[in-house]
């Protein structure tokens, strides 16, 4: 039987991309698709967040994990819950290469989205050279563990983990089923050495280059409980179809 816990989740990234019209056209589509038994997020642009209607699920691509102040260009999670925000990107990989944003930076503001109540949806993934260095599974545990230090492994029941290879983000070349079941696996194994109940529980979602024609075959792998969608979520057709491909 399926876990309930494990709910699959399709989160679309939008990057800095999309358009008022955008807005309109997903917020249409996902109104009238039935999109019971699996929860659908959108995380657009920070201003296109006020101009959804509440019927659709909200995320963030990112926060500040200072409460408030004199922080310019940051977002706080308080402000992100005004605007209807339930859940927020941390640590992609595009910030912590663009931004510099260390595993310690990730997990204080792991740390920050948690104290708001907003659910993380905390990004791992690996570079092509991290890969091919044999060094994988040794640098995935690093990413967590960091987290885990900082916030404790019982906050991993509201978390959502993403495992986004970096090779494989915007690429088109998308990690095989094979390749991603086995590092959720890792995932889903290395938190169970802290606590096996919330290793079973917590999702974990795959993204890199996933398409509504490689869907399906990533999200019936046994530790895949949906996608963190970038490029794809920004056709609201393709993305509709990779929603359904979660479908339990
Ligand atoms: P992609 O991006 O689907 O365009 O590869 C995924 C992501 O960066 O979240």
Redesign the pocket.
Known sequence: MENPARRPIVAG?W?MNGSRPLVDLMQNQLEHADLEHLDVVICPPLPYLGLFKSSVTLGAQNMSHFESGAHTGEVSGSILKEFGCSYVIVG???RRADNHESNANVALKVAAALNMKLTPIL?VGESGSVRDSGKLFTFMAGQIDAVIKQVGIAQFSNIVL?Y?PIW????GKTASPAQAQEVHQFLRGHLAKQDPNIAANIKIVY????KGSNAKELFSQKDVDGG??????LDPKDFLSICLAAKQ
């Not at 494989?168 to 690429?171: N, R």
């Not at 993204?207 to 996933?210: A, H, I, N």
């Not at 963190?228 to 979520?233: F, R, T, Y």
């Open positions: 990234n990057k992609h990989s595009e990004c993403a986004e494989a983000i915007g690429t993204g890199g280059s996933v963190l969608i970038g490029g794809a979520s």
